[in-house]
């Protein structure tokens, strides 16, 4: 049991629940970046599976300022969830890839609320470097402050195939130059992208190895004007089932360190989008199977932790 919970792994809202004391939420924000991928900069197209929202859930229009985000996420989560402190999260696309300069006043402008806690920068491996990293590492002492690298996979062919854009070398030297800096990692990884058991539950050894702070799931899916959604029309890919995935995910949490938060388990839907698996939108649903999996197996989050 984790942070005083049913649950059998480590639920990074209830790790936060603990940790300050009332629910917490995460805003999402988008600052309008782009990124190196879909640019132009390293290659074409982007990632096979990212749509033009960069994975972002759009929760508001991104043509509000970030005070104006931040003050329309702070009202409509409290008065939805009953949250009473929050995290500012850059969510969409690829959020260290400006100038440091632009970024300080962007991050700053996302703390603009005595409710905010903490602070959340999902990107990309290859788009840190010393001094983003030393800009971010301040806000440590004050804000709960955590990067989130979408790393996807550790295998280098599956990176390619996907069109990543970087190699799992490019991410352990990013990851090991951020802890330095002492700041929170969370990384994201993929499941379904062609891989066997065995190649998935390396992924998850490394990360254990590595001691990361934290891991989101992702279930490999299909969204309307993506490269991937071309590729599942022309017969060319299929996907997970729910119940393969559910099995994925325990046997993968089970050689994760207990002490490790997971961030996601689960899609929030992507109604509006989402061509397959169909059983993606339906979140709770899949969440309770994993418990029900765990609680079968009699087996919980580092069972299988060396």
């Known amino acids: 049991m984790f942070n005083g919970t ?40 982007g990632c096979i599976f990212c749509d033009d929202g960069g994975s972002f859930s759009q929760a ?7 005070e104006e985000q931040v003050k329309t996420g702070i009202e409509t989560l409290s008065s939805r969830f009953k949250a009473e402190k929050f995290m500012s999260y850059f969510q969409a696309f690829s959020n260290t890839y400006k100038p440091v300069n632009e970024l300080e006043k962007i991050y700053k402008a ?44 550790i295998h280098d062919k599956t990176l390619k195939k996907i069109n990543r854009g970087h190699d799992y070398d490019c991410f352990l030297k990013a990851y090991e130059k951020t802890k330095e800096y002492g700041i929170n990692v969370c990384v994201h990884v993929i499941f379904g992208l062609w ?4 190649e998935i539950m390396q992924t998850a050894e490394e990360l254990a190895r590595l001691k990361v702070d934290g891991v989101k799931i992702h279930m490999l899916c299909a969204l309307e004007n993506t490269r991937l959604a071309d ?40 109604s509006k989008t989402l061509i397959a ?25 580092g069972k299988k932790d060396k």
């Open 60 to 66: 508001h229009s991104n043509k509000l300022s970030i």
């Open 277 to 301: 698996p169909k059983w993606l939108g339906a979140k709770f649903d899949c969440l309770n199977k994993i418990d029900r999996e765990f609680l079968r197996r009699g087996s919980y989050q």
């Open 6 to 45: 049913d649950k059998r792994y480590n639920q990074y809202s209830a790790h936060l629940k603990n940790k300050f004391g009332c629910k917490v939420y995460k805003i999402t924000l988008d600052a309008g970046f782009s990124c190196p991928n879909r640019d132009g900069s390293i290659s074409t197209g």
């Open 195 to 198: 891989e066997t058991h065995d």
């Open 110 to 153: 996302s703390l603009c609320d005595d409710k905010i806690v903490g602070l959340s920068i999902g990107t990309r491996p290859d788009c840190v470097d010393e001094d983003k990293l030393r800009l971010i590492s301040s806000f440590k002492d004050d804000y709960y402050t955590w990067i989130e690298y979408g790393l996807q996979s």
């Open 231 to 270: 590729m599942y029309y022309n017969g060319e890919i299929d996907f997970m089932s729910e119940d393969e995935y559910v099995s994925t995910v325990c046997d993968f949490l089970e050689i994760l360190p207990p002490q490790m938060t997971i961030h996601r388990l689960a899609g929030n839907g992507f």
